[in-house]
Nanobody
Framework: QVQLVESGGGLVQAGGSLRLSCAAS????????VGWFRQAPGKEREFVTT????????YYADSVKGRFTISRDSAKNTVYLQMNSLKPEDTAVYYC?????????????????WGQGTQVTVSS
């Protein structure tokens, strides 16, 4: 079992930055793929980015490419999401998710473990 805990959300003005963290307990992220998803009110949960722990391969949704960066810290068993140039449309609850695999997945249904979510609000 993997327990995921997100942190780092908050309120920021458009153009600002936030860094989200996803810390794992129960086991290490080694051999896992870890993704970030977000869900705005009245909308479906959508893919933001993902990282394959082995090799550090990353993928991004077009809507965040060039503004968001996913990274990992093996010593801390933590995945980060650095969000720059934030826009009001980035406002959502952000979720960290994980799956034991070396493949890359983009759909929420493909992930087994989820954090509780952290609210990100970008004001205009």
């Amino acid at each position: 079992q993997v327990q995921l805990v997100e942190s780092g959300g908050g309120l920021v003005q458009a153009g600002g930055s936030l860094r989200l963290s996803c810390a794992a307990s129960g086991r290490t992220f080694s051999g896992y793929v870890v993704g970030w998803f977000r869900q705005a009110p009245g909308k479906e949960r959508e893919f933001v980015t993902t990282i394959r722990w082995i090799g550090g391969i990353t993928y991004y949704a077009d809507s965040v490419k060039g503004r968001f960066t996913i990274s990992r810290d093996s010593a801390k068993n933590t995945v980060y999401l650095q969000m720059n140039s934030l826009k009001p449309e980035d406002t959502a609850v952000y979720y960290c998710a994980a799956r034991a695999s070396t493949e890359i997945y983009y759909r929420p249904s493909e992930y087994n473990y989820w954090g509780q979510g952290t609210q990100v609000t970008v004001s205009s």
